[in-house]
């Protein structure tokens, strides 16, 4: 039998053989880094769990189809993007209310009040879970290839080239949305940056 | 180390941690470069928050819950792959559709002979109809030059000249 230089995609390969060993195998390797992806597209923790299992179901699907030419995450992170993509578009179609929207009588409240558990957080958590809600409303509000391109360079195994399949842009047009992507945060997170709370409240 | 091989350093350092002699081989390029200094602060510090960003929550769950959720699909689609087989693999994709498309032709021939065959009848009906109330209501008497005038009629034709006005016949019925 041939060896695969990527172990997920001889994993891939055995899943296409019927293996759910393999295929469990898989998903709790990259369980996380979807979820990450999937989380920060929908900022929606529920929907992005139910589309992360989705993208894992289309996996399993499509395996009947998988040819080992590429690496196996390049393939996943693209269902996934691809996932994304259609849910954006299909809120895009079919805005829901807005929690943040109001009833006219009551113009100065929001629509719906849910209780936030969070509470007497130790003044470095509520300093760093700050900085971390600024970062993700901050990548939030990029375009949606900018964003997931930043996001993708988190993922240590995947480089420039395997990003830009993923993108489905040329290798040049990826470095320049990344780059693009990065200089709105840092314009956005600029006062955050130079403060250097960052740093005092880093794990 | 040039201007574009720092680059190629700043986005290496976008996907992962410099090594060592990175490191120091860009720390001797900021020394050399003043100005590059606060680019590559700010550099630095977006990829210390982006590295930091905490991981989303993913139920206990979530492998086993994926695994039922890829096995259920899986046998679904076995039992609708199982359902068609004989119809669409033993005899072939085109048979039964070129059956439905010929069946379906038909009918519509059928249907359209049909109506033709209907609106036939009608209008022999209503032919007789027509016939049958002139015939009754007229006088009998009126009938009897019947016979001459159909064959003055039928001798006009026959040598395609321009019927030519009867002025004797005329001159006496007046």
């Known amino acids: 039998m041939a060896t695969h230089p990527d172990p997920d995609a001889a994993l891939m390969l055995r899943v ?43 996996v399993h699907k499509s395996a009947h ?27 895009s179609r079919h805005p829901a209310d807005s929690l943040d929207a109001t009833y ?28 971390e809600q600024k970062v993700e409303a901050a990548l939030a509000e990029l375009p949606e290839a900018q964003r997931n391109a930043i996001l993708l360079c988190r ?10 399949e993923v993108i489905g842009c040329s290798l040049s047009a990826t470095k320049s949305l990344i780059h693009r992507g990065r200089e709105t945060l840092k314009q956005k997170l600029k006062p955050y940056l130079r403060s250097g709370e960052w740093k005092k409240t880093a794990k | 180390m040039n201007e574009q091989e720092y680059q190629q350093l700043r986005e290496q350092s976008w996907r992962r941690r410099l090594t060592q002699p990175e490191e120091t081989i860009l720390q001797e390029y900021l020394s050399a470069n003043p100005r590059a200094q606060e680019d590559w602060l700010s550099e630095a510090e977006l990829n210390q928050l982006l590295q930091h960003l905490p991981d989303a929550s993913v139920s206990s769950n979530f492998t086993s819950r994926v695994v039922q959720a890829a096995q259920l699909e899986a046998a679904s689609r076995q039992r609708a792959s199982a359902w068609n087989w004989p119809a669409w693999m033993s005899i072939g994709n085109w048979v039964p559709r070129t059956a439905v498309a010929t069946l379906a032709v038909g009918l519509v021939l059928s249907l ?55 002025l004797e016949l005329i001159a006496l019925m007046k």
Request: aromatic residues 8%; charged residues 30%.
């Open chain 1, 155 to 164: 993922q240590d195994e995947l480089s420039y080239e395997e990003i830009a």
């Open chain 1, 104 to 131: 006219p009588d009551h113009e100065d409240q929001p629509a719906r009040q849910f209780e936030d558990h969070k509470t007497f957080l130790p003044t470095e958590t509520i300093l760093h879970s700050e900085l």
């Open chain 1, 16 to 58: 296409k053989r019927g293996d759910d060993a393999a295929f469990a195998e898989l998903v709790e390797k990259y369980k996380q880094p979807v979820m990450n992806l999937v989380y920060r597209n929908l900022r929606d923790a529920t929907e992005a769990e139910d589309l992360a299992q989705n993208v894992f179901v289309q």
């Open chain 2, 112 to 166: 359209g002979y049909n109506q033709h065959q209907k609106s036939v009848r009608e209008q022999f009906a209503r032919n007789v109809v027509q016939l049958t109330d002139a015939v009754s209501a007229s006088d009998p008497e009126l009938m009897q030059d019947f016979e001459p005038i159909r064959q003055m009629g039928e001798a006009q034709t026959k040598t395609e000249a321009q019927p030519k006005a009867d």
């Open chain 1, 65 to 91: 189809r998988y040819q080992a030419t590429a690496r196996f995450s390049t393939w996943l992170f693209t269902i996934a993007r691809n996932l994304c993509l259609n849910e954006i578009r299909r809120r």
